[in-house]
């Protein structure tokens, strides 16, 4: 049995301190579960279960914000819901266990989403000590000292050392990102997957990506100083922003959703995880790729769009380095460094980027792959419906 995507919706993001900051999470993702059964005029009973990706589930994220953002919705309270962390691949983790779900006969209709407010719920809030989350066996195997932490940041400037970029070469790659996004969103590209969110009481509202910097520059860029190595080339302009937001997709059957009367966007045809080096943890997108390219008898030219978490330029650098696809293919409406990276939400906007581009170009075959913390990634290889 096959897993369609019949619909995909984000907010806006918001900056750290922006727009959606007066936002409470669980409303953030109530407002995206309401879109969806909205727009498609769905009754929610129906719903198996709500999937959300979460990265720091401590204070206005703890416990279960799954559920709660199903009852905040006004779900029926027989809707259950539950809390995935894949790091910042949650979201996207949401999807494939939805899907995998459908695909077993195990669901109907069910919701893979995400949120996350960086402004509330700071990156971090659930490690009280950082260096404390190994346990010694680990730090052992890794040569790790007992205060050693494994930064991201490095992990970054790691591959750029390993697949060679310069300074400039990862500006560019960020300037182009927030052109691409600017472009996308004045030709109204981001439309059809974007719902506004509305202003409520105290907290102001929000209808476009605020992280777009229409007009930022290579010099600008280049003044920025390293944050990572001293002599380091990742910047605060060359990596992801930190961002608030909350993305949904309606996933079923073929059948469900032909008796429902709804139309089908995509099909999920393969999944792959793969494992990196938890010091090159970045790195996990490439190997990801291989899978699922070798799991679905497709190659890289097959591919129509690609969609490269840009949680670091490095990242897609290297990921393009190391496969030799060109830029013309990959984050074709800028990625996470112009819209920003709200980590449990990023999965799902990423997917709901993807699958309406291809609706919007004719493509019939897009792929999405996410590095996350730990050395991890997911690859998903999603097929237009006609």
């Not at 919706?9 to 953030?28: A, E, I, Q």
């Not at 991201?152 to 070469?169: C, F, M, N, V, Y």
């Not at 590209?189 to 509305?198: G, L």
């Not at 393969?270 to 790195?283: H, I, K, N, Q, V």
């Amino acid at each position: 049995m096959d897993a369609v995507i019949v619909d995909a919706v984000r907010t806006p993001l918001g900056r750290r301190k922006g727009g959606l900051s007066g936002h409470h999470p669980v409303d953030l993702a109530a407002h995206v579960l309401n879109a969806l059964v909205e727009r498609n005029g769905l009754d929610p009973a129906v719903v198996d279960d709500v999937l959300m990706g979460c990265v720091d589930q401590v204070g206005e994220q703890a416990v279960n914000v799954g559920r709660f953002a199903a009852l905040a919705a006004g779900f029926p309270d027989t809707v259950p819901g539950v809390t995935i962390d894949r790091q910042c691949g949650s979201s996207q983790q949401a999807a494939h266990f939805a899907a995998q779900g459908v695909m077993a006969g195990q669901y109907d209709v069910v919701i893979a989403a995400g949120v996350e407010s960086m402004t509330r719920v700071p990156m971090w809030s659930n490690v009280t000590d950082p260096a404390g989350v190994y346990g010694p066996r680990l730090r052992h195997r890794y040569g790790l000292g007992p205060a050693d932490f494994i930064n991201q940041g490095e992990s970054g400037e790691i591959l750029a050392d390993k697949w060679p970029q310069t300074r400039e070469d990862l500006d560019a790659l960020a300037l182009e990102s927030h052109r691409r996004a600017a472009a996308a969103r004045d030709a109204g590209r981001f439309d059809a997957e974007t719902v506004p969110v509305p202003a409520t009481g105290d907290a102001p509202g929000l209808d476009r990506d605020e992280g777009i910097r229409d007009g930022s520059t290579a010099e600008a860029l280049g003044a920025l100083a390293p944050v990572f190595r001293e002599d380091g080339r990742l910047t605060a302009g060359n990596s992801s922003q930190i961002s608030d937001g909350a993305a949904a997709l309606l996933i079923m059957s073929p059948q469900r959703a032909k008796d429902l009367g709804l139309r089908p966007l995509a099909r999920f045809h393969t999944f792959a995880l793969a494992g990196a080096d938890p010091l090159e943890m970045l790195s996990a997108p490439i190997p990801a790729t291989r899978k699922a390219l070798e799991r679905s008898g497709l190659t890289l030219d097959d591919i129509d769009l690609f969609e490269v978490n840009e949680a670091f330029a490095s990242v897609s650098g290297a990921w393009m380095k190391d496969l030799g696809v060109g830029p013309e293919r990959v984050n074709v409406n800028g990625g996470a460094i112009a819209l920003g990276h709200p980590l449990g939400a990023s999965g799902a906007r990423i997917m709901a980027t993807l699958v309406h581009e291809m609706r919007r170009r004719g493509a019939r075959y897009g792929f999405q792959t996410m590095c996350q913390s730990g050395g991890t990634a997911n690859a998903t290889i999603l097929e237009a419906c006609e």
